[in-house]
């Protein structure tokens, strides 16, 4: 039963994500917005409600180390997993947007978190409260101000699509994305399980995994159709929901609790690492650019990471 869950989870992650994309296309053609916006806006919160969800349900059900460590693994396989993966079949050119204005942003997100359980190893309310004002500010500006942050390949191959089908898309693309995900998820957990793992490392893993699998589907099927601004905007937008939403909104709901100490002093470190490490793979060893070799450099850094969190 769990391989038929974790089969049929992934196909309703292709689909979903197939649908998403050119919802998201249509939308910023529509609105005329540029497609890293709609990536960093609508795209991220459909491909991040798995970990919404999942943090939530976690936190309330009396595991707080599932809820943190599912959104700290999301952020790391975004970004070394997801990117890299991405990144190592096709390159992406970077414009001056993406350093000045959402890694920025990331990084941002990602210390206060850090600032916010290093100390008292607990996320409280008011704590949820500054996440979620953050976002909501910062998706504000991109809305405002935001200019392209990736160069657009073929934008001659742009297609509007009408209203009602844009709305359709969405709801099925998202509804694909959040089935698909928990079919797979749930597979992967009774797998885990099966073998004794704690929640944390469950979490960090299996479950981030499983739940940054719609970022990995909407970005491989974005670098396929061309569209790499929507991929890259998923992934860095998906991480600042991860915290400013899914950790935001679940604090608010009830305080969330470090357990396992080994987030603190590994999995938190990866994560503010990796984030880190994108700005200077976009300017080396060419500027302007994430091709195979940053890939490959991201992709190591996740298999170390693996190594380190389950040795």
Known sequence: MDYIFIIGGLAALIVGGDLLLKAAVGLSLR??????????????????APELIVSIKSALDGS???????????????LALVLGITISLS????EKGFYKTDWPMMMLISVLLYLFIAFDGVLVWYEGVIFFVLLIAFLVYLLRFQQPAVVDESPEDDEVIPLYKVILFLAIGGFGLWGGSELLIEGAKSMAAAFGVSERIIGITVVSIGTSIPELAASIIAVIKK?????????????????G?????????????????????SDIFWMLGISFIVLPLV????GFRLGWRDGIVLLGLYMAFLYVTLT
Do not use: C, H, Y
């Open 31 to 48: 609105l005329d917005i540029p497609k890293i916006v709609i990536g960093m806006t609508v795209v991220s919160f459909a491909t991040s």
């Open 64 to 78: 707080p180390d599932l809820a943190l460590g599912n959104v700290v693994g999301s952020n790391i396989a975004n």
């Open 227 to 243: 569209e790499k601004a929507i991929s890259l905007g998923n992934l860095i937008g998906s991480n600042i929901f991860n915290i």
């Open 91 to 94: 390159a992406i050119q970077v």
């Open 283 to 286: 300017f080396l060893p060419r």
């Open 245 to 265: 939403a899914v950790l935001g909104i679940t604090s608010m709901i009830t305080p969330v609790k470090v357990i396992d100490q080994g987030l603190l002093t």
